[in-house]
């Protein structure tokens, strides 16, 4: 089993900038990397960034390539979501997962476990 606890969401004006957690715990060897969605008021959950545990590749979404980054400290379990210039289509639940099975990052059918999530709001 596979633990995972975001936190770091908040309420910030357009443009502004937030950086999200996700502390992983368990069985994180299992795992082959960790991945950020997205899931807006009325809309699916939606691919955001992900990055492999070892190799460290990284892939995003178009639609937030050159404003989020996305990290990892091995020592810790922790992988980071940096947001800057962040605009109101950004506001959604944002889910960490943990990619259990190789393939397409985009597939959320490979991320066998998933934290609770944490609310990113941008204002106008």
């Known amino acids: 089993q596979v633990q995972l606890i975001e936190s770091g969401g908040g309420l910030v004006q357009a443009g502004g900038s937030l950086r999200l957690s996700c502390a992983a715990s368990?069985?994180?060897?299992?795992?082959?990397?960790m991945g950020w969605f997205r899931q807006a008021p009325g809309k699916e959950r939606e691919f955001v960034a992900n990055?492999?545990?070892?190799?460290?590749?990284?892939y995003y979404a178009d639609s937030v390539k050159g404003r989020f980054t996305i990290s990892r400290d091995m020592a810790k379990n922790t992988v980071y979501l940096q947001m800057n210039s962040l605009k109101p289509d950004d506001t959604a639940i944002y889910y960490c997962?943990?990619?259990?099975?190789?393939?397409?990052?985009?597939?959320?059918?490979?991320?066998?476990?998933w934290g609770q999530g944490t609310q990113v709001t941008v204002s106008s």
């Open positions: 997962a943990a990619e259990t099975f190789p393939g397409p990052p985009v597939d959320q059918r490979l991320y066998g476990y």
């Open positions: 990055k492999n545990w070892r190799g460290g590749n990284t």
């Open positions: 368990g069985r994180t060897f299992s795992t082959y990397a």
